[in-house]
């Protein structure tokens, strides 16, 4: 296994078409986060999925985003009508949750640029 | 709600010497994790050290500790013997005990010159 993986890397899109993002977790992981980096700030919390059950979303999470973990696998993320201001690098993370703490391992991201 | 704050948005430090990056934070949690995490240009971000809160020994790995004061409510990371691979964005990050999400402070630059 070789971490978590992340697709595409890059990806540049016309304001207000949708896009899709990929998160593959290290397997056996049941824990999947999804956080957002603008620059020159600390990833933000998106939503976490506990196998297929997505738990908690933020209120950063608009309407127009969605995301699934369909068979508690990869997980996608899918922004509609994108913004500008969707223009981040979104950082999916998984972790071996057994009650308490464990460390989050993060794959390299997708950044997104909205023209 | 949790708070993280780094007020160094960049640091230097000469090769082979020591650096030490600030962070506070705010919670009203009594048992809760702190982590330092590194993301270099372009790669993933990846766990440096973590320090349970409900320890009072500071973390140590390799060249890498913390100074973690509870009750000020501080978690400052100590570089030895700094490495050009060194050179990264490191985030302070928080975790509630039994809690769902990392908060993030905004971030240090540290540069590593030789």
């Known amino acids: 296994d070789t971490g978590v993986s992340q697709n595409p890397r890059h990806k540049i899109t016309k304001r207000g078409q949708n896009v899709t993002f990929r998160c593959d977790p290290i397997?056996?992981?049941?824990?999947l986060y999804w956080y957002r980096q603008t620059l020159g700030q600390g990833p933000e919390f998106l939503t976490y999925f506990q196998n297929e059950a997505q738990l908690e979303k933020s209120r950063l999470l608009s309407d127009r985003f969605s995301a699934e973990r369909p068979k508690g696998s990869f997980s996608t993320l899918e922004i509609q009508r994108t913004e500008q201001g969707d223009s981040a690098m979104y950082l999916c993370?998984?972790?071996?949750?057994?009650?308490?703490?464990?460390?989050?391992?993060f794959g390299q991201g997708t950044r997104l640029t909205v023209v | 709600a949790q708070t993280v704050t780094q007020s160094q948005p960049e640091m230097s430090v000469q090769e082979a010497e020591t650096v030490t990056l600030s962070c506070t934070y705010d919670t009203s949690e009594s048992d809760y994790y702190l982590f330092w995490y590194k993301q270099p240009p372009s790669r993933q971000m990846i766990l440096v050290i973590r320090q349970e809160a409900y320890k009072q020994q500071n973390a140590t790995e390799n060249r890498f500790s913390v100074n973690f004061q509870k009750a000020a409510k501080s978690f400052s990371l100590k570089i030895s013997d700094s490495q050009l691979g060194d050179a990264a964005m490191y985030f302070c990050?928080?975790?509630?005990?039994?809690?769902?999400?990392?908060?993030f402070g905004a971030g240090t630059i540290l540069r590593v010159k030789s």
């Open positions: 993370a998984s972790s071996p949750w057994t009650g308490r703490d464990t460390e989050a391992f």
């Open positions: 397997s056996e992981h049941n824990r």
């Open positions: 990050a928080s975790l509630m005990e039994y809690g769902n999400k990392l908060v």
